[in-house]
């Protein structure tokens, strides 16, 4: 499964918090300015400064109050953003002239830390104009007093074009830039692809393997793996956690190929000599992946290891409550009900409603109460990977079960 788009809105997201967090500095330093200016450290005229001042901090507080506070992060509100900040450098070189003259290209700049270089283009196709109409408006007001700048001339040939020019060196240098970071974020998004589909495709051939070992040709581990999907959805766990949960959850019994088969397939009930031989499933498990290379493979140790554990601490090392990872929670309600409603060697498949009615009655036994509540939202999700997955019994397993 491809997630590279979440790592992309993933980065744009730190991008929005980084840009909020600038901006906030830059109110910081728009109330320095004011205080220095009050003290006569600056010998700005008040009226233009104050009233820039006044604009600056409620233009700069926009980014944290739609990123951060009303987590409006869409690509409309980030060109919203730069074209308020472009328009605001403008008003304050207007207003201030050369005091903020590094403002003419603070938006693009700040473009730099999205990671496409589009939100560059569009900063210096907007701040280009911007810097025109700034300078003349400088002009009619005149903030600057001395030559050249005084006339219309001077103003176009020393104050609009030279810093034309320097505006496109470092619009251009910022293209470079952000073109780099964005060929960089899709290189890493493309390794990120590569290395959970290798671990995938592992994970997938490891499970095959386990299905072979059983007596019954069974669609176990692709059940225990979509209910394990549709409880951590439930619980919260974005798309992506939830299915690199799903899919780590299909090695849950991995370590049983360390078990003798015929301790696995005994058509009755285990010895406590046997029992204890095939709770070592869990140590082996979790011996063979934890040091694995990959995400997955850790998650997978632990489903491995913890998945026989109980909420209220029977299971088979003891742990309870939230000692217990909550994906292996989650893994081991979904493994007790496959168990419950498939055909085994020693028993019956139990209807569905047999199976539901079981595992509500384990809620804070067994099972974790709110995984248990999951699992009753889901029940019909439940019933539908049942049907979507059903299990062909061998012969011999069909006749023992009638027999039985």
Known sequence: MDFSKQ???EYKNNADKRLAFICRMLIGLMVLVVVLNLTGVFKIAPIPLYLAAAISIIDFFLPTLFCDILKLRSERIRYVILTVIVLQSGLQYAALSYHTIIMLVFPVVIACLYNEKRYVIFTMIISLPTLVISHLVAFQLKIVPDEPLITLKGTVLYGILPRTIEFFAIAIVCIFISDRIERLIQTLASKNRELYEDQEN??????????????????????????????????????????KISLASMLHDVGKVMIPEEILEKPAKLTTEEFDIMKNHIQYGRKMLEKSPGELFRISADIAHQHH???????????S?????????????????????????????????EAYDEIVSQ???????????????????????????PDEPKQHISESIGKS
């Open 202 to 243: 592992l994970i997938l051939s490891l499970s095959q393997i386990i299905e072979n070992k059983s007596e019954y040709t069974g669609q176990h581990v692709r059940r225990v793996a979509k209910y394990t999907e549709l409880l951590c959805h439930s619980l919260g766990y974005s798309d992506e956690d939830s299915w």
């Open 363 to 389: 809620r804070g036994k067994q099972f974790d109460p709110q995984v248990v509540d999951a699992f009753m939202q889901n029940y019909p999700g439940f019933l539908a990977i049942v049907e979507q997955y």
């Open 7 to 9: 790592i992309l809105k």
């Open 309 to 319: 554990e109980k909420w209220d601490g029977t299971g088979y090392m003891g742990l």
């Open 321 to 353: 409550g939230k000692d217990i990872k909550l994906y292996a929670r989650c893994v081991a309600l979904a493994d007790v009900f496959d168990a419950l409603v498939s055909i085994r060697p020693y028993k019956r498949a139990w209807t569905p409603q």
